[in-house]
């Protein structure tokens, strides 16, 4: 039941969570790209990249933050401290997965996260209307769930992205095996 | 203790291989051989051994790093960043399909899943037809695959499969649907369920323990961790080949340079970063062809789950697959598809898992009861398949435009209904598509009646690829063909394309032993041609 409530749900409920502004905008269309590709230049431009490491840092480092609790709620610890603790090792996870990709997939993540780092593009393409630090866990899965199946490509492909680097890094953890029944690899003598 | 694995790569190394490790260079390096070959997998590997067999000189360069059965620890986390191509998260240009390759010595064959099909005969006939390869038909290739079969230790699979792959034959069974077990290119396989991360017991006969060895005791050279860049052209000729080393990281350039001479250079880094050497290296193009009807089998996901434990990450991952999807329509028709299942690791099953937030965590307590199929769609027959083409980013590194068309999503559609109705067929308690849109259905009916209405659009539609294709397309007709029947790259006397890039279209079944084959007869056509004798055999 969980799994099938979740699509249903969301798609009854969100036009009356006031969100109103950001569909508007989300139909705007072409202006959503143009975001993403300034958003990324700025970023870039203002956040001169170490040539050995990817990092997330200020706004863009708090966007994940943010986000990642939505995409990992159910896997993650209730206990605040535990949560924390689990949250901090997976987004250095993600991180650590975005400086194994080629630098032209590296510099399309910035851009991404970068975009998220703008006040305007984070207010009208996610419709969070204050900061990351302080933003909330339904704001946020409302938004990944538009982006999930959004009517433009570049934004179904900015959520495929934050899927696969949240989830895959939590999984790779050996710490998140227990959870799902997997007892990790067998032991052969090497 | 228990007795150590040998590991034949640490004994080779000790016996004095000659390996560069190209991320150790403190300086720029020429070197020079007889055959540069660019790429250390099922072709570039296939072809290292015969030349050098054949007592020509040989440097095999590859992107990758050297790993053996003692690195290989069956952990996701280290495995996809070490072996595969862009962390085994390679997407096509508008990220809709996810494509699996392999990037270590060995290439993919490291890493596969160990699944041995012959070319299907449909396939080499639509190639002796319509491409103008009059060597496509079984007569002419059997001592060939024979050749690559022992070479690589094909062999009937005589342990029952895992749960996964029993359901599909179970499944398969129910509905009257014909199913059979996979070849398996292993010897002495434990059965452990690992062959995507590398094969810890050295069971799996790819070529990082089969021709990269029988190379490099042949006098041969590899360097790991070098990009080939570009080749130098002058005239018709190619004179050298440009790498560039990569850092310790295997990622970002280190900044030296390594420049390879030869009489004659083999490119088989796979399609995709084949015909992208070639685009960089602005080689000509009098087809026009280069790069284009690139294929993938693109492949859609279904999966289940079972009141019994499935455990779909134990053993041999791919031993039972069904081709009554390819053979009902004929081959230019509909798009027919082949089933197989996959092994289910956490890492990777999350990523395909759609959704987030509770309902993915919902799925994934119940992983242990998970099943997975795949239909892997043939492309590249009918005029609405054109396949992809490659083009370079702004930074020269390759990438592939691939459109998702109506006529695909009316094949991936069909695909996932078969699916659905043999995972209910075997067993599954619920059925949920890998669908953005997708739920968990609760019996054949109801699966039947919400599949067919999902729309199919990229990124909704989970679609990946473990299976790249064409893009350097071998015609006997040069107006269609990038490549000569003989593997010679036309517009340049001295550059041979011997891997998957060959195909003028996908296969309909799992490529490498179709790329041993053919780059076993190519490569040994290319030794006679170089030393004027016939050419040394496979061992």
């Known amino acids: ?190 | 203790m228990t007795a150590r694995i040998p590991d034949p790569i640490e004994a080779g190394l000790k016996r004095g291989w000659r390996t560069i490790d190209a991320s150790t260079l403190e300086h720029d390096r020429t070197l020079e051989a007889d055959v540069v070959i660019v790429g250390s997998g099922a072709g570039g590997a296939i072809s290292a051994e015969i030349l050098a067999r054949s007592g020509l000189s040989v440097i095999v360069v590859e992107e990758g790093p050297l790993k053996s059965s003692r690195d290989f620890q069956m952990r996701e986390a280290e495995a996809y960043p070490q072996l595969y191509q862009e962390s085994a998260a390679r997407k096509t240009a508008d990220k809709a399909i996810n494509i699996l390759q392999g990037r270590a010595v060995g290439g993919s064959t490291t890493v596969n899943w160990t699944s041995s099909f012959r070319t299907p005969q449909p396939t080499l006939d639509w190639w002796r037809d319509h491409h103008g390869l009059a060597f496509a038909s079984n007569d002419e290739l059997a001592p060939w695959f024979a050749m690559a079969e022992r070479r690589t230790g094909v062999v009937d699979w005589l342990v029952g499969p895992n749960e996964n792959n029993a359901i599909l034959r179970r499944g398969a069974e129910k509905l009257g649907i014909s199913s059979a077990a996979i070849r398996r290119n292993v010897q002495g396989c434990w059965n452990l369920g690992y062959c995507g991360m590398g094969c810890p017991t050295n069971a799996k006969q790819s070529m990082l323990v089969t021709s990269i060895p029988a190379a490099l005791d042949n006098g041969a050279t590899l360097i790991t961790r070098a990009r080939a860049e570009r080749l130098r052209l002058r005239g018709q000729k190619a004179e050298e080949l440009v790498c560039s080393a990569l850092g310790a990281d295997g990622v970002l350039p280190s900044g030296r340079e390594l420049r390879l001479r030869a009489r004659h250079f083999v490119v088989a880094g796979g399609a995709i970063n084949t015909p992208a050497l070639l685009l960089r290296s602005q080689a000509p193009d009098p087809s026009g062809q280069l790069g284009k009807r690139t294929f993938l089998h693109p492949t859609v996901i279904s999966a289940a789950f079972y009141e019994k434990r499935v455990e779909g990450w134990a053993g041999a991952p791919q031993s039972v697959y069904s081709d009554h999807f390819l053979s009902r329509d004929p081959i230019d028709g509909p798009m027919g598809y082949m089933l197989e299942t996959p092994p289910v690791h956490p890492l990777m099953a999350a990523t395909m898992m759609s959704g987030f937030g509770e309902q993915h965590a919902a799925a994934m307590r119940d992983f242990a009861h998970l099943g997975g199929m795949l239909a892997l769609l043939r492309d590249g027959f009918h005029d609405e398949s054109p396949g992809g083409a490659v083009r370079l980013r702004s930074d020269g590194s390759g990438e592939l435009d691939y459109e998702l068309n109506d006529y695909l999503w009316d094949g991936a559609r069909r695909a996932l209904l078969s699916m659905a109705e043999i995972q209910f067929a075997a067993g599954a308690r619920t059925v949920q598509p890998a669908h953005e849109k997708a739920q968990r259905y609760r019996s054949w009916a109801e699966a039947r009646r919400e599949i067919a209405a999902l729309p199919q659009r990229a990124h909704v539609t989970r679609v990946v690829s473990a299976h790249a294709m064409g893009g350097c397309a071998m015609s006997g007709d040069e107006r269609r063909g990038v490549v000569d029947p003989a593997g010679r790259y036309r517009g340049l006397a001295n550059v041979s394309v011997h891997d998957g890039s060959l195909f003028p279209t996908s296969l309909g079944a799992n490529p490498q032993l179709t790329i041993y084959a053919i780059t076993a007869r190519l490569a040994s056509g290319l030794a006679a041609n170089l030393t004027g004798r016939p050419a040394a055999a496979l061992a």
Do not use: C
Not at chain 1, 135 to 149: I, P, T
């Open chain 1, 1 to 190: 039941m969980a799994y099938t409530g979740g699509m249903a749900n969301s798609r009854n409920t969100r036009n009356k969570s006031g969100s109103t502004s950001r569909r508007t905008f989300l139909a705007a269309g072409g202006l959503a790209a143009l975001a993403l590709g300034a958003g990324g230049a700025w970023y870039r431009a203002t956040h001169r990249q170490t040539p050995h490491g990817f990092a997330l840092d200020g706004e863009a480092r708090a966007a994940l933050h943010a986000i990642a609790p939505a995409i990992l709620d159910g896997a993650l610890a209730h206990d605040p401290g535990r949560r924390q603790r689990q949250l901090g090792a997976a987004i250095d996870a993600v991180e650590a997965a975005i400086r194994g990709l080629p630098q032209a997939t590296q510099e399309e993540v910035q851009d991404l996260f970068g975009l998220l780092a703008l006040r305007p593009a984070r207010r009208l393409l996610t419709g969070v209307p204050t900061g990351w630090e302080s933003a909330d866990l339904a704001h946020v899965s409302a938004f990944l769930q538009e982006w999930r199946v959004h009517r433009l490509k570049l934004m179904r492909s900015a959520y495929g992205a934050l899927h696969d680097l949240v989830l895959g890094a939590w999984y790779a953890q050996p710490a998140s095996w227990e959870a799902i029944g997997y007892p990790g690899p067998p032991r052969v003598p090497a």
